[in-house]
């Protein structure tokens, strides 16, 4: 629908590009914010041009290059929920986005704040990260050699580290979430989801001997939002019947 000339030729070659994007966000409050973000670009493109159709005579070569702007957005965000600041300063956390779900799939989400002091005041601030730790059917053990897990798990320990090696930081919390696969009953993935958080702070608990109340564990069940995205932006097939279904619950 873009162009004539895709409709009635036919195109084969490759391409190449580089780009890069800058973003940043507005807090308006402690609710709602903006994110803009804007990125650019450059594309090479050599190709031959064939009549439409599997095959056909080959009309002629050629190549494009293309430099400038490959993505633009704005994002509302309002956040929903959440406790009043107190009067004094504390450690703010900030949730981590739900993990993709999968059929043995879990990701915790985990947040390490920790406070940096100051001639006039401490200042607080949070470090947050996702990693998709791979779990049996059913299961919460952590299997380091199973499927990506080794990878997944040394962005855990990366962000830890560059907390700990922060020289006037100190740790004040470790905030772990759990998901679980929606397949099964509600109650049992949501017992599933807190076994699979908890065993992530046992991981990390036994590796860096950090106290048993620096952590916040909590599994959060079945992520149908998550899923609705996933199959949203998926090409299987009856993607709009699953859709359907999903939405309807």
């Known amino acids: 629908p873009f162009s004539r000339n895709m409709a009635d030729s036919r195109y084969e070659g490759w ?3 580089i780009g890069a994007s800058y ?20 594309a090479h493109l050599d190709y031959d041009k064939y009549t439409c159709g599997t095959c056909g005579d080959r009309l002629g070569s050629g190549n494009k290059n293309y430099f400038g702007p490959t993505k633009a957005g704005i ?3 309002y956040t929903f929920g959440g406790k009043k600041k107190p009067a004094a300063a504390a450690p703010v956390q900030t949730p981590v986005a739900p993990a993709p779900v999968h059929t043995v799939v879990y990701e915790p ?3 390490a704040s920790f406070v940096t002091p100051q001639a006039e005041a401490v200042k607080h601030r949070n470090e947050a990260g996702q990693a998709y730790l791979d779990f049996a059917a059913g299961r919460s053990e ?14 855990i320990y990366t962000l830890i580290e560059t907390v700990r090696k922060e020289p006037d930081a100190n740790i004040t919390g470790i905030r772990i979430a759990g998901y679980a696969s929606p397949e099964g009953g509600y109650g049992s993935n949501l017992t599933l989801s807190g076994k699979r958080a908890d065993a992530l702070k046992k991981q990390i608990k036994a590796l860096y001997g950090f106290p048993e109340n620096l952590f916040s564990v909590s599994g959060r069940g079945e992520d149908w939002a998550m899923l609705d995205t996933l199959v949203s932006q998926s ?3 009856d993607k709009y019947a699953l859709l359907e279904i999903i939405r309807a619950g």
Do not use: C, V
Not at 23 to 42: P, Q, V
């Open 75 to 77: 994002t509302l965000i």
């Open 235 to 237: 090409y299987m097939q």
């Open 23 to 42: 973003g940043y966000r507005w807090n308006f409050s402690r609710h709602l914010g903006m994110e803009a973000t804007l990125g650019l670009g450059y």
């Open 15 to 17: 391409g190449a590009g």
């Open 142 to 155: 952590i299997t380091p050699g199973y499927k990506d897990n080794a990878a997944e798990l040394q962005k």
């Open 109 to 111: 989400q985990f947040t």
